[in-house]
């Protein structure tokens, strides 16, 4: 699975972007994708993440409320629909593929880097005050 993150910019606080991370082959309708972000001289950390079906999503505290993560298997593409940002939320922000096909891991699971196989390369988002 390759996937290509698109979609960052610089937007003012309490302003909205969407990002969207488009993926190849025919099997992405049979993977939970996640988002994550890092900002400079932290740590990769959880945002967000969507189950194979799109029934179940998941979401850092942090983002709760004003994120929200879909996805389109038709398009095999996820999105992350980012409301009321808040220069905290400034970091690059990367999406990711489970590395089992149809797996069902939980918020827990979900929340690690180490449960994702497949990363895109990233895109930025800076929220200026």
Known sequence: VQLQASGGGLVQA???LRLSCTASGRTF???TMGWFRQAPGKEREFVAAIS???ATTY???SVKGRFTISR???KNTVYLQMNRLKP?????YYCAADRSQYYIGGYYYYTEANAYGYW???TQVTVSS
């Not at 905290?88 to 690059?92: C, E, G, K, R, S």
């Open 120 to 122: 895109g390369q990233g």
């Open 59 to 61: 979401y850092a505290d």
């Open 88 to 92: 905290d939320d400034t970091a690059v």
């Open 14 to 16: 309490g302003g909205s």
């Open 29 to 31: 309708s049979s993977y």
């Open 52 to 54: 194979w079906s799109g």
């Open 72 to 74: 389109d298997n038709a």
